[in-house]
């Protein structure tokens, strides 16, 4: 079944609901990265979240950048999306090995780290890019991003983000759920929208069955009305190109660049979002020191 992303209403238009599945996409990311089990959860859970949070920007080419950096052995780890679907990510070191947690899972907080920040940047296509960082609260991602919301836009938002990892690395199921009620939401929706985290849990267990996400959508609000006002399929995409990479030889400037060319006779840039290698010989370098030499 391809990945979706839902956008749409409920509760009578009053509750925004976003949600997705992401399964090939969070197993195209662990087959491009080598991931291991904790980290393919860690690194699933925050394409996911990115993806959520980049469907509400109206401009194409606007975009949702998160950055964890806690203090677990995972290190960083990052996730860039665009309201098209497209995203990519990367765990700054993937083959972290952690013990299950307590309740028998994938230690995602314990891989994150609780101590640290969640940096959130918000291009919405249209003037500077919005910046906001938060503590993290628990590393597990869902939750963090949740407070994000809460502390940066005073947004209530019940989030739901998981990814179920077999023992031969394959992502065997990935989706998320965000619930956000919109202003003059009566409070009686509010009363209900509280008790729904269980419910939102078990969104992964419906995909996981073979439900689509509108039909998973269902299952959580338990009959309540739903709009779709739009679809999108979620993909792992990276926008790195050569010309990219020379303007960041460029940028390096022209004394750094005399020395890849002394010591080195040559360079080699890795894309850390898609393992990509891009190899530049003298000759190439001696171009680009030129090219330098103009800016």
Not at 48 to 74: C, E, H, R, W, Y
Not at 157 to 162: D, E, H, I, K, N
Not at 178 to 199: H, K, N, S, W, Y
Request: include cysteine; proline fraction near 5%; charged fraction near 20%.
């Amino acid at each position: 079944m391809k990945d979706e992303l839902v956008r749409a209403l409920a509760f009578d238009v009053n509750v925004a609901v976003l949600a997705a599945s992401t399964t090939q996409l969070a197993g195209e990311a662990q087959r491009i990265h080598g991931t291991w089990p904790v980290c393919t959860a860690a690194l699933g859970r925050v394409l996911t979240g990115a993806l959520l949070m980049a469907a509400s920007i109206k401009d194409p080419q606007g975009s949702v950048s998160l950055v964890f950096s806690g203090n677990g052995p995972a290190g960083n780890v990052v996730a860039v999306a665009r309201p098209d679907g497209e995203a990519k990510g990367y765990v700054e070191n993937p083959h972290t090995d952690l013990p299950a947690n307590s309740l028998g899972k994938l230690d995602v907080g314990g891989a994150l780290g609780k101590e640290g920040t969640l940096t959130v940047v918000t291009d919405t296509g249209r003037g500077e890019p919005y910046c906001g960082r938060t503590a993290l609260v628990s590393g597990e991602v869902a939750e963090d991003i949740a407070s994000y919301f809460l502390l940066s836009q005073q947004q209530p938002t019940m989030a739901y983000l998981g990814v179920l990892v077999a023992p031969d690395m394959r992502v065997l199921r990935s989706g998320g759920v965000f619930v956000q009620p919109l202003p003059g939401c009566p409070a009686g929706i509010v009363d209900r929208l509280e008790t729904m985290p269980d419910a939102l849990a078990s969104f992964g267990d419906v995909l996981l069955g073979g439900a689509s996400v509108e039909e998973a959508l269902g299952r959580v609000l338990a009959g309540d009305s739903l709009e779709v006002l739009e679809r999108t399929e979620p993909r792992l995409n990276c926008d790195c190109s050569i010309e990219r990479m020379e303007r960041a030889l460029i940028a390096t400037g022209r004394e750094a660049l005399r020395e890849m060319i002394e010591e080195d006779g040559g360079a080699e840039l890795n894309c850390r979002f898609c393992n990509r290698s891009y190899s530049f010989d003298e000759p190439d370098l001696r171009g680009l020191l030129d090219a330098a030499a103009q800016v």
